[in-house]
Every structure is written in structure tokens, then in C-alpha cells.
T-cell receptor, first 113, second 117 residues
Framework: GNSVTQMEGPVTLSEEAFLTINCTYTATGYPSLFWYVQYPGEGLQLLLKATKADDKGSNKGFEATYRKETTSFHLEKGSVQVSDSAVYFCALRRSDSWGKLQFGAGTQVVVTP | EPEVTQTPSHQVTQMGQEVILRCVPISNHLYFYWYRQILGQKVEFLVSFYNNEISEKSEIFDDQFSVERPDGSNFTLKIRSTKLEDSAMYFC???????????????FGPGTRLTVL
């Protein structure tokens, strides 16, 4: 079946450090891939997405590239801020789905001043 | 900016009681979803809903669950007889487009925390 695996947290970083959160997936066909972010007390917000191999999604300084050969979609940011502290979820959606998102377990990121 | 809203933010109920969780999706959206997250576990898909019908559901969504769009604005999730293991955060989401579209971004509400005692 389809699944998403992402690195466990919490990940604690200093401001301006480089952030990587690993995400790998198992799926048949060509799923779309997403990163969602959840700030404290809020719902999940779409951070970025990629719908086909080699696509790069980017938003707010975050980037992730859809790598079909390694079935990965790692999230990166070159210089994090305290305001990036949140839980980050990797997710996939099969192309034949009505919209069902399958999420990874989430990775909490804590950025300290 | 339009947003998905959910009420209540926290619901406490006794085992065996019925609960209804309410959501107001974004007004021009046509596709609606429920997810849940048991504490410490993954966010799990429950059901998708389009054109007044369930379009997809997970194995979690058994006969104890039902969804309804009772009017033009609300989207509800009913649990008929709650169990302890139904305790979770329930998220509603909506999207403008659906199946086959790569642009159907789902917008999530802040969630309802359900506690079953």
C-alpha cells in the first residue's frame, strides 16, 4: 500500500541554521507530494507541493524536489527563523484519488534565538 | 482571507453518546474532507464528500460515522456511539477542485479536539 515516512523529531536548531527534514514514500503510479505545516493552535497549511518527478516546490524559503529514483521529497530551508517553529507533515495523494491525503507522522521543529 | 472554521474547538462526551462535529468550508469550495489525528499518531483520512455523496472513505469510517451537508454552508461529521478510541483531533478540509486536478489544494480548519470519557 501507499505510505509516507518522515524523520522523527523534535528537531532543535538555532536561528539561521540549515534545516532538512527527510521524507520518503511508497506508492504505485505517480502521486502528488506535499509538505504541510501546522503552527501551534492552528490547522494544517499547505507549504509547497510537487505533482511530477523532478518538480521542485518552493515557498517562504522552503524547497523540496520530487525524486522518483529515490522516492523522496526532502524539505530544506537555508536559514530558519524562530517563526518557523512548527510541526511539518509530508503527504502524498494518488492521482486516481478523490483527494485523500496520506500523511507522515509529522516532524516538530523548534528554532531557538 | 477565506478560511475553514470548525466548532466546537473542544468536545467532551461520555462513551456511547452521539456527537456532531461541525465545519464551515470555504464558500466556493465543492469538495469536503474529514481527517483525524489520535494523539501522537499520524493524521488519517476519514472521508471525502462531493455533490452530496461520499466519494471516498477509509476503513476507519465504519457505520458509526456519517457525514452530511445539511445546508449550503455546513459540513458535519456524526459519530453515533462514541468509543474511547474515537478520542482524537478531527480536522475538516475543503478544496475548490477534486479528482484528477493537480491544483486541488485542501484548506484545513483548526480542528475539534474530541475527548471520550
Amino acid at each position: 500500500g501507499n505510505s509516507v515516512t518522515q524523520m522523527e523529531g523534535p528537531v532543535t536548531l538555532s536561528e539561521e541554521a540549515f534545516l532538512t527534514i527527510n521524507c520518503t514514500y511508497t506508492a504505485t503510479g505517480y502521486p502528488s507530494l506535499f509538505w504541510y505545516v501546522q503552527y501551534p493552535g492552528e490547522g494544517l497549511q499547505l507549504l509547497l507541493k510537487a505533482t511530477k518527478a523532478d518538480d521542485k516546490g518552493s515557498n517562504k524559503g522552503f524547497e523540496a524536489t520530487y525524486r522518483k529514483e529515490t522516492t523522496s521529497f526532502h524539505l530544506e530551508k537555508g536559514s530558519v527563523q524562530v517563526s518557523d517553529s512548527a510541526v511539518y507533515f509530508c503527504a502524498l495523494r494518488r492521482s486516481d484519488s478523490w483527494g485523500k491525503l496520506q500523511f507522515g507522522a509529522g516532524t516538530q521543529v523548534v528554532v531557538t534565538p | 482571507e477565506p478560511e475553514v472554521t470548525q466548532t466546537p474547538s473542544h468536545q467532551v462526551t461520555q462513551m456511547g453518546q452521539e456527537v456532531i462535529l461541525r465545519c464551515v468550508p470555504i464558500s466556493n469550495h465543492l469538495y469536503f474532507y474529514w481527517y483525524r489525528q489520535i494523539l501522537g499518531q499520524k493524521v488519517e483520512f476519514l472521508v471525502s464528500f462531493y455533490n452530496n455523496e461520499i466519494s471516498e472513505k477509509s476503513e476507519i469510517f465504519d457505520d458509526q460515522f456519517s457525514v452530511e451537508r445539511p445546508d449550503g454552508s455546513n459540513f458535519t461529521l456524526k459519530i453515533r456511539s462514541t468509543k474511547l478510541e474515537d478520542s482524537a483531533m478531527y480536522f475538516c478540509a475543503s478544496s475548490e477542485l477534486g479528482r484528477g486536478s493537480s491544483y486541488n489544494e485542501q484548506f484545513f480548519g483548526p480542528g475539534t479536539r474530541l475527548t471520550v470519557l
